[in-house]
């Protein structure tokens, strides 16, 4: 096990609603990323925080934001989700930039 | 055009068979490798690091060439348990990580 958690594990949203995905880094790494990963698709990364603070994003909406603790736990906030948010989405952590990631089990978001 | 490209399968192998997987991506700059399994809607797990010089991890063999910007896996003698997706991950910038869509393996007794 990588100890990465995540919560929840399955979550069922309707269009239009907000969402907030919980993540907890391995011990000992200050850097999470989270991706999303739709069906029969690699992950793609939405964003990345270092130390509290946004460090590089991928091409997703400003819907998505996100935020780190000083814990280094982070959190995903979708706004006005929309049917395509559908996915699964994975946070990473790792003990520094450009070094290997380590993901969490994933939460699995339907949104009908 | 895609940060990485993967041939993505299937690949249905006998047990004791000989794979090999392909991995090419667009950016020079790129500057560190991976290759990742997924098993069926799990999350990714890493492999192994690909390093310039090449490396070996057991049955895994990874290979990089920069000149043709190019990654490639090498498992030799399958196992059942190596049936997977294959990820080939690629990090430019420190920070952002691009995964290709993966090469999916099946190990056939």
């Known amino acids: 096990e990588t100890g990465v958690t995540q919560s929840p594990t399955h979550l069922i949203k309707t269009r239009g609603q907000q969402v907030t995905l919980r993540c907890s880094s391995q011990?000992?790494?200050?850097?999470v990323s989270w991706y999303q990963q739709a069906l029969g698709q690699g992950p793609q990364f939405i964003f990345q925080?270092?130390?509290?603070?946004?460090?590089g994003r991928g091409n997703f909406p400003p819907r998505f934001s996100g935020l780190q603790f000083p814990n280094y736990s982070s959190e995903l906030n979708v706004n006005a989700l929309e049917l395509d948010d559908s996915a699964l989405y994975l946070c990473?952590?790792?003990?520094?930039?450009?070094?290997?990631?380590?993901f969490g089990p994933g939460t699995r978001l339907t949104v009908t | 055009r895609k940060e990485v490209e993967q041939d993505p399968g299937p690949f249905n192998v006998p047990e004791g068979a000989t794979v090999a997987f392909n991995c090419t991506y667009s950016n020079s700059a790129s500057q560190s490798f991976f290759w990742y399994r997924q098993d069926c809607r799990k999350e990714p797990k890493l492999l192994m690091s690909v390093y310039s010089s090449g490396n070996e991890d057991g049955r895994f063999t990874a290979q990089l060439n920069r000149a043709s910007q190019y990654i490639s896996l090498l498992i030799r003698d399958s196992k059942l348990s190596d049936s997977a997706t294959y990820l080939c991950?690629?990090?430019?910038?420190?920070?952002?990580?691009?995964f290709g869509t993966g090469t999916s393996l099946t190990v056939i007794p």
């Open positions: 925080y270092y130390r509290e603070e946004e460090n």
């Open positions: 990473a952590s790792t003990p520094g930039q450009g070094y290997e990631q380590y």
């Open positions: 011990s000992g790494h200050n850097t």
């Open positions: 991950v690629v990090n430019r910038d420190g920070n952002q990580f691009y």
